[in-house]
């Protein structure tokens, strides 16, 4: 049967996969924020949850699965043209080699991080939302959204700090930083929960779709059931 993708699902899927990409290169700086220390990655990497929730809750978490694979390819994809990029020869006049290979020659402890890191947390986000929502029978968004955020950005943290800078990063310090960063990301999704909820509102009343996931599979491998 064929499948027909709305327009507003189309680019979210677009705004999902641009914001998984910058911030895959924009983890690469620790930045400091007054008396904390966390990557430039917050800047975006929360509104990928914020749109994983919202598809989850428009689409159902089949069409969340879609897109989770789609970013995840995106991720490797631009990830390995980068390290192409560095493996080839600089032109001799060139200065900024240095610069370029930090940001895109990423080690692959950083790239395992990242993109196991992410596959857990964006799963985690859509299986939690797509629950709650039939425990709730669609009530409670806004808590559904929350309690999902917090699980995956949790798991996120949990599996990419430890495997991205275990060794190099003091535990004492390391373990600061996940905390910090689980609760900034959550405190994002609490700010910008309004505009997700007119989002939301207005996505279901353009499409009129609003997807109760009874009796799907959970499995994450199955790509194909849409």
Same mark, same amino acid.
């Given at each position: 049967?064929?499948?027909?993708?709305?327009?507003?699902?189309?680019?979210?899927?677009?705004?999902?996969?641009?914001?998984?990409?910058?911030?895959?290169?924009?983890?690469?700086?620790?930045?400091?924020?007054?008396?904390?220390?966390?990557?430039?990655?917050?800047?975006?990497?929360?509104?990928?949850?914020?749109?994983?929730?919202?598809? !989850?809750?428009?689409?159902?978490?089949?069409?969340?699965?879609?897109?989770?694979?789609?970013?995840?390819?995106?991720?490797?994809?631009?990830?390995?043209?980068?390290?192409?990029?560095?493996?080839?020869?600089?032109?001799?006049?060139?200065?900024?080699?240095?610069?370029?290979?930090?940001?895109?020659?990423?080690?692959?402890?950083?790239?395992?991080?990242?993109?196991?890191?992410?596959?857990?947390?964006?799963?985690?986000?859509?299986?939690?939302? !797509?629950?709650?929502?039939?425990?709730?029978?669609?009530?409670?968004?806004?808590?559904?959204?929350?309690?999902?955020?917090?699980?995956?950005?949790?798991?996120?943290?949990?599996?990419?700090?430890?495997?991205?800078?275990?060794?190099?990063?003091?535990?004492?310090?390391?373990?600061?930083?996940?905390?910090?960063?689980?609760?900034?990301?959550?405190?994002?999704?609490?700010?910008?929960?309004?505009?997700?909820?007119?989002?939301?509102?207005?996505?279901?009343?353009?499409?009129?779709?609003?997807?109760?996931?009874?009796?799907?599979?959970?499995?994450?491998?199955?790509?194909?059931?849409?």
């Amino acid at each position: 049967m064929k499948q027909n993708v709305s327009v507003s699902f189309m680019l979210l899927g677009i705004v999902f996969n641009v914001c998984l990409i910058a911030a895959n290169l924009l983890e690469t700086k620790v930045i400091q924020l007054g008396s904390l220390t966390v990557t430039a990655g917050l800047l975006v990497f929360p509104v990928s949850y914020i749109i994983n929730d919202c598809i !989850s809750e428009v689409w159902g978490f089949r069409k969340a699965r879609l897109i989770i694979w789609s970013g995840f390819a995106m991720n490797f994809f631009v990830v390995a043209l980068g390290l192409v990029a560095v493996a080839l020869p600089a032109a001799p006049f060139w200065e900024g080699e240095e610069h370029f290979n930090f940001v895109f020659g990423m080690a692959p402890r950083i790239v395992v991080a990242s993109l196991l890191a992410f596959l857990t947390g964006s799963f985690l986000n859509a299986y939690v939302m !797509s629950r709650m929502k039939i425990a709730a029978r669609g009530r409670r968004f806004a808590w559904r959204a929350i309690a999902s955020t917090v699980v995956g950005e949790t798991a996120d943290s949990l599996i990419f700090f430890p495997i991205a800078f275990g060794g190099v990063i003091a535990w004492p310090e390391l373990g600061c930083m996940m905390a910090v960063q689980v609760v900034l990301k959550s405190l994002y999704e609490v700010i910008i929960l309004p505009v997700t909820i007119r989002v939301v509102r207005a996505v279901k009343r353009v499409d009129g779709s609003d997807v109760y996931d009874d009796g799907i599979s959970y499995k994450f491998w199955k790509i194909g059931e849409l």
